[in-house]
């Protein structure tokens, strides 16, 4: 329902007009307030890059912080990531990921950024607090904050917007006539719009996410399978990650999607997918692990960009005035 009122231009409904126009006008008021100072907003000591979208949904966010770590890894940096922890409860708040930080703790995502780049990972509801104890306990020299393109309550320098290149903007109007957080002329005010698949317009970034051998959730080993498989996603787009075991040539038996963050219930999987092998994401593997089925396998993905974006991305960050440590 939500698809088709949202990403067909046919399905808008008019009722939801009045609401639109109340959600675009608390927007502006709240983006104006942080501008013109009267609510507060956190400045930190090391430069910050917000990795974002201005839809609802997923939109390859995560892939890109990781392609983002790595890139600064290999330039010298010392990158640390901070997320809201969406889906999780942490014991408090900051909270420093370590190796046994379960997805109930600190949401899926910062679990498998963590797990996938080896970085200093903080969640909190307050990202400013999260800042503060990377860069206070872990010396990190430069932040990138997964999500909170919309989180006005810290400062940022550099802006980077993630677009689904087949879904896009959908039918272009705001929540809950449509699927924007802002209006599209937010694009106008970030360093980059990463158009991720589909077809990058002359003023986007092209991304590209390049599929990994499956790995088994149990061991981590990796193997190639051969004939049917059951296929299970649980992130903002499932259709994405189905789509893209067919073009690699996979049978799927059942392609089952389940809602983004969801918690999974373990007999519910077992039963469901005890009979073939089953693939499913990265994302829901961090999930999954502790009641994995010996025959389930995830795929992970790595994000693919231009080299001349990333030199100028790294250019841009060395142009930010930071001290002589950066």
Excluded at 89 to 99: E, I, S, V
Excluded at 165 to 177: A, C, F, I, S, V
Excluded at 257 to 264: C, E, I, L, M, T
């Amino acid at each position: 329902m939500i698809d088709k009122l949202w990403y067909k231009r046919s399905g808008i409904n008019w009722l939801l007009a009045p609401f639109a126009a109340l959600f675009a006008l608390l927007t502006f008021l709240r983006r104006l307030a942080y501008q013109k100072g009267l609510l507060s907003s956190y400045r930190a000591s090391v430069p910050v890059i917000v990795v974002g979208n201005i839809t609802v949904g997923g939109n390859g966010k995560t892939p890109m912080v990781l392609w983002l770590v790595e890139l600064l890894t290999q330039a010298g940096y010392k990158p640390g990531v901070v997320s809201r922890g969406y889906g999780g409860k942490a014991p408090h708040y900051p909270y420093l990921l370590h190796p046994e930080t379960t997805t109930a703790e600190a949401g899926d995502e910062p679990v498998l950024i963590y797990q996938r780049s080896g970085c200093p990972v903080a969640v909190a509801p307050k990202r400013a607090l999260a800042v503060q104890l990377l860069v206070e306990q872990c010396h990190v020299n430069v932040i990138v904050c997964d999500d909170g393109l919309q989180h006005y309550a810290l400062q940022r320098d550099i802006e980077l917007v993630v677009m689904d290149g087949e879904r896009r903007l959908g039918n272009g109007w705001l929540m809950p006539m449509g699927p924007l957080r802002e209006s599209a002329s937010r694009l106008q005010q970030v360093m980059a719009v990463i158009c991720n698949g589909g077809q990058a317009r002359p003023d986007e970034v092209q991304m590209s996410l390049e599929p990994s051998p499956l790995c088994n959730v149990k061991t981590h080993h990796t193997a190639l399978i051969s004939g049917a498989v059951d296929a299970m996603a649980g992130i903002g787009y499932p259709p994405r990650f189905f789509n893209s075991l067919l073009l690699q040539g996979y049978a799927l038996n059942q392609q089952v999607a389940y809602a983004d963050h969801q918690v999974f219930d373990a007999t519910e999987l077992q039963k469901r997918f005890s009979q073939r092998p089953l693939i499913m994401t990265e994302k829901d593997a961090v999930k999954c692990r502790s009641f994995a089925l010996d025959n389930w396998w995830y795929q992970p993905v790595t994000a693919k960009l231009p080299e001349k974006f990333a030199n100028r991305l790294l250019a841009q960050l060395k142009e930010l005035k930071y001290g002589t440590g950066l």
